[in-house]
C-alpha cells in the first residue's frame, strides 16, 4: 500500500486550504501525514486550520500526524531548501507526495513545484471557485460544480 504525505500551503484563504483537502478526502485518497507550510504573515491562520484537518481527518476515521512550517514573508530560498530537506526524508521512509497549491502564495508554490519534481508524487492539485460570492464557506455550503479541481499531473475527468 502506498503511504501518502500531503504537503498544503496556507496563504490568504484558509478556506480554500481546509476545502481542497475535504474534497480529496471525498473522492477516495487516503492521506497518512499532512504538512502545512505557510509564510510568517499568515501564521496566525494556523490553527484554526490545523483544527479544521483534524476535524475533517476524524470524519474520514482517519487521524494523520500534522506538521507545520512558517518560513519568512517572501522566503523562496528558505523555502527551496526546507521543502527538499523535508521531500528527501519523506522518500527515504517510502511516502508518496501529495501537493496542494490552491491557497499557497507565489514564493511557497515555485519551491515547492521546483523541488518537487525529483521525488515520488502521487497529484499536485489546485481546486478552483467559479463563483466569488462563496469564497470563505465550507466545503459543502458550495455547488461542487462551482470547485472543479485539476491534477496537474493528469488523471481522468480532472480528478486527483
Known amino acids: 500500500m502506498v503511504k501518502l504525505a500531503y504537503i498544503t500551503l496556507l496563504g490568504r484563504s484558509p478556506w480554500a486550504l481546509v476545502n481542497t483537502y475535504y474534497k480529496l478526502l471525498a473522492m477516495g485518497k487516503r492521506v497518512d501525514r499532512i504538512y502545512i507550510f505557510t509564510e510568517e504573515r499568515y501564521r496566525g491562520n494556523l490553527p ?34 526546507k521543502f527538499k530537506e523535508l521531500f528527501s526524508r519523506l522518500e527515504r521512509e517510502g511516502y508518496t507526495l501529495g501537493l496542494d497549491i490552491t491557497s499557497g502564495r507565489k514564493a511557497l508554490v515555485a519551491a515547492a513545484i521546483v523541488q518537487i519534481r525529483h521525488f515520488p508524487v502521487a497529484f499536485i492539485v489546485y481546486m478552483g471557485l467559479l463563483d466569488m460570492d462563496f469564497p470563505d464557506r465550507p466545503y459543502m455550503m458550495i455547488p461542487t460544480h462551482m470547485q472543479p479541481i485539476k491534477n496537474f499531473l493528469g488523471g481522468e475527468g480532472g480528478k486527483a
Do not use: C, K
Open 48 to 81: 484554526r486550520v490545523v483544527e479544521a484537518l483534524r476535524a475533517i481527518s476524524e470524519a474520514y476515521n482517519i487521524d494523520p500526524p500534522m506538521e507545520t512550517e512558517i518560513v519568512p514573508d517572501y522566503g523562496f530560498f528558505v523555502a527551496d531548501r
